[in-house]
């Protein structure tokens, strides 16, 4: 297929209950690539506990929520913002534990298992949904994204598998960066979680677009916006399928100067 004619993700009809299956599951082959590699940098990131504070605001694409099992002890609230109105409703139904939301066990249990707590994973999930406080609705084509609910500024930002979804191009990526970093204040940290050198993604029957950039346009973005890398990591694609075309995840932790 023409990658013009690949559909959008903010602009097609996108199911949000299929890419966990799909992506997150523990029965497919992406399990180290979307589930292991995140959670395992994202643990030893905040294992000295020097990242924290009182707000945590997440960004990413679909429903996922498997990466707050890292953080959320780490800050009282919680606040994911969501472009897609079936994005919010997805992960209310696991917010509210209600009957065929996905489950997110297979998660809690590898991230209980790294901190050595393997039988303690069921509190993972309590945790999360204790913090988290708001599903809320963003527009990036706003300058203010949260427009008009105004949101204390940010300790820490999550930003997972979004911009690639949502850029159309480099200017878009970076203008986009730009916004999301306002939300953040002065000295936070921000935790990047990036799809590498894909131009699509697979939703039901269809194609949808990514865009296609390599670690050193997301560490480029980043410093032009007024951040100092911490960590930056890179993890080549494990699985097999024809799902996506992307060949490796990216992670990379930052701060903002003062």
Not at 153 to 172: G, H, R, T, V, Y
Not at 176 to 188: D, E, F, N, R, V
Request: neutral net charge; charged residues 30%.
């Amino acid at each position: 297929m023409n990658s013009s004619n690949y559909k959008s993700y903010h602009e097609d009809d996108f199911d949000a209950r299929n890419p966990l299956e799909n992506y997150f599951s523990d029965k497919v082959p992406f399990v180290d690539d979307s589930i292991k590699f995140p959670l395992e940098n994202l643990t030893k990131t905040f294992s000295d506990g020097h990242i924290t504070g009182n707000i945590l605001i997440e960004l990413s694409a679909s429903s996922t929520i498997h990466h707050l099992f890292a953080v959320c002890e780490f800050f009282k609230h919680i606040i994911v913002l969501k472009t897609r109105d079936e994005s919010i409703m997805e992960l209310k139904r696991w917010v509210d534990e209600r009957t065929g939301a996905f489950d997110w066990d297979h998660a809690a249990k590898h991230h209980a298992g790294l901190e050595g707590k393997s039988d303690q994973f069921q509190d993972k999930g309590r945790k999360v949904r204790s913090s988290l406080r708001h599903v809320m609705k963003c527009d990036l084509r706003k300058n203010n994204i949260v427009d008009p609910i105004p949101l204390p500024p940010a300790d820490c930002i999550i930003i997972a598998w979004f911009l690639e979804f949502m850029s159309k191009n480099q200017d878009e990526f970076e203008n986009y960066l730009k916004k999301i970093s306002k939300l953040l204040k002065p000295g936070g940290h921000l935790m990047f979680f990036g799809i590498l050198g894909a131009t699509y993604i697979t939703n039901r029957k269809d194609k949808f677009h990514l865009f296609n950039y390599d670690e050193n346009v997301a560490k480029k973005a980043l410093i032009a916006e007024g951040f100092v890398i911490d960590d930056c990591k890179i993890h080549k694609r494990t699985a097999v399928s024809d799902l996506s075309d992307y060949n490796g995840v990216l992670f990379i932790a930052a701060h903002k100067q003062k």
